[in-house]
């Protein structure tokens, strides 16, 4: 009779604050990011470029900058959700949305970070002759008036190939 009650009231220990098992695949699901983003912000941090036009580290650019700074954002975050999840408490729909929405919003700013981070390597390598931005990194020729002709332009990569 009183277990019967208890089922009615609200169930067991283990249904209110989540299983276990369920609550280590979460915080797993979370640390994952964290040691990806930690990894960018490894890579990025100590890798740079020198060549005879100079060096070039990600502190040059921009974009590079913005997905320093994007990564260790999301490491911050995926640690703090990670031992916010470990911590037994009963799952509340406020809870999840905001977990879902801060996801989301992380999830975003990452994929912009990336996508910006592209672009400026693509237009690195490979320039953009319809404004007559040549291959060479960081170097923008526009003319209102007329194209510079090719002869003025850089033809070669400042990246060793």
Request: net charge neutral; proline share 4%; aromatic share 8%.
């Amino acid at each position: 009779m009183i277990m019967r009650k208890e089922m009615e009231m609200g169930g067991d220990r283990a249904e209110e604050t989540g299983s276990p098992i369920m609550r280590t695949a979460e915080t797993l699901l979370r640390v994952l990011p964290m040691a990806l983003c930690v990894a960018a912000l490894i890579i990025m941090l100590k890798d740079s470029q020198a060549n005879e036009y100079g060096s070039l580290s990600y502190s040059d650019l921009g974009a590079f900058r913005y997905l320093v700074h994007a990564s260790s954002v999301c490491a911050g975050y995926s640690l703090l959700s990670a031992v916010v999840a470990a911590v037994p408490r009963a799952s509340t729909m406020s809870r999840a949305w905001t977990f879902f929405l801060l996801d989301q919003l992380l999830t975003y700013i990452i994929l912009a970070a990336g996508a910006i981070s592209a672009e400026v390597v693509y237009l690195a390598y490979k320039g953009d002759t319809s404004i007559t931005w040549s291959q060479t990194c960081g170097e923008l020729v526009v003319s209102a008036a007329r194209p510079l002709p090719q002869s003025r332009l850089r033809s070669s990569s400042p990246f060793p190939t």
